[in-house]
């Protein structure tokens, strides 16, 4: 079975940082891509920023130049730096990785539980 654990969410003021870690763990053959999605209240979870095994990076326009997204392939980790955070950042932020867990088996996509950002003005 395979877990992704989000962990680094907290309430922080507009201008601030936070940087979210999401740790894969269990039976887990290879990951390819990886990336954070987040939720609002009241709207639906969107791409926030993904990163390649080759480690290309995409950023949805609204994060460009204030989020940077990393991988520790060694750890199975994948990283969210947040800087300068507005407001309007706040959600709850989802890690998502496309994982084979055997040779003989495809790409599944897997979802962590969440982790609240907050954002105060």
């Known amino acids: 079975q395979v877990q992704l654990v989000e962990s680094g969410g907290g309430l922080v003021q507009a201008g601030g940082s936070l940087r979210l870690s999401c740790t894969t763990s269990g039976s887990i053959f290879s990951i390819n891509a990886m990336g954070w999605y987040r939720q609002a209240p009241g709207k639906q979870r969107e791409l926030v920023a993904t990163?390649?095994?080759?480690?290309?990076?995409n950023y949805a326009d609204s994060v460009k130049g204030r989020f940077t997204i990393s991988r520790d392939n060694a750890k199975n980790t994948v990283y969210l730096q947040m800087n300068s955070l507005k407001p309007e950042d706040t959600a709850v932020y989802y890690c998502?990785?496309?994982?084979?867990?055997?040779?003989?088996?495809?790409?599944?996509?897997?979802w962590g539980q969440g982790t609240q950002v907050t954002v105060s003005s």
């Open positions: 998502n990785a496309d994982i084979r867990t055997s040779f003989y088996k495809g790409w599944y996509d897997y």
């Open positions: 990163i390649t095994s080759g480690e290309s990076t």
